[in-house]
C-alpha cells in the first residue's frame, strides 16, 4: 500500500491596494540589491542600495513628487522586510550556536567515557598484576 505524501500548505496571500502595486514592483526588482554586513558576528542586512533604486529604470523616468511617494513606500517595505530577514539571520544563529554548544556536549562526554574506561582498564590490570612480555603474551603473577 502506498503512503499518501503529505501535501504542502498553500501559501498565504496577501492583497494589495492599485496605488501600492508600483512600489511592490519595484521592491521585487530590487531584491537582490541589498547591503549585508556579513562577518564574526553573523549576517545583518543593512538595507536596499538606495543607488541601485535610483538608477533603476522604473525609478529615474517617474517626476519628483512621484519618486518620493514611491520612495516612502519602498522604504515602508523595506522596514518589514529588514525586520523579517534580520530575525530570521538571528534565529539561524541561535540555532547554530545551539548545535555547536550540543556538539561540544557530546565531545566532553565522549572523553569522559573514554578515561572512565581507561581507568577501568587500568585498575583491572594492576589487580590481576598483569604485566605484558615482550612478544606481547600476558601472565598473571600470583
Not at 503512503?3 to 521592491?27: I, S
Amino acid at each position: 500500500m502506498q503512503r499518501k505524501k503529505p501535501r504542502a500548505a498553500a501559501p498565504e496571500t496577501f492583497g494589495v491596494w492599485e496605488e501600492h502595486w508600483p512600489a511592490l514592483e519595484l521592491f521585487n526588482a530590487l531584491r537582490t540589491q541589498w547591503r549585508v554586513i556579513a562577518g564574526m558576528g553573523g549576517v545583518h542586512h543593512q538595507g536596499i542600495d538606495y543607488t541601485a533604486l535610483y538608477g533603476h529604470p522604473k525609478f529615474a523616468r517617474l517626476n519628483h513628487e512621484e519618486q518620493d511617494a514611491l520612495l516612502a513606500q519602498i522604504q515602508h517595505i523595506e522596514t518589514g522586510a529588514l525586520d523579517t530577514l534580520n530575525e530570521q539571520h538571528r534565529m539561524a544563529d541561535q540555532e547554530a550556536e545551539q548545535q555547536q554548544q550540543m556538539a561540544q556536549a557530546i565531545d566532553a562526554r565522549v572523553e569522559l567515557v573514554y578515561q572512565f574506561e581507561n581507568q577501568q582498564r587500568l585498575k583491572a590490570m594492576e589487580l590481576t598484576n598483569v604485566r605484558h612480555l615482550p612478544d606481547g603474551v600476558g601472565a598473571f603473577v600470583a
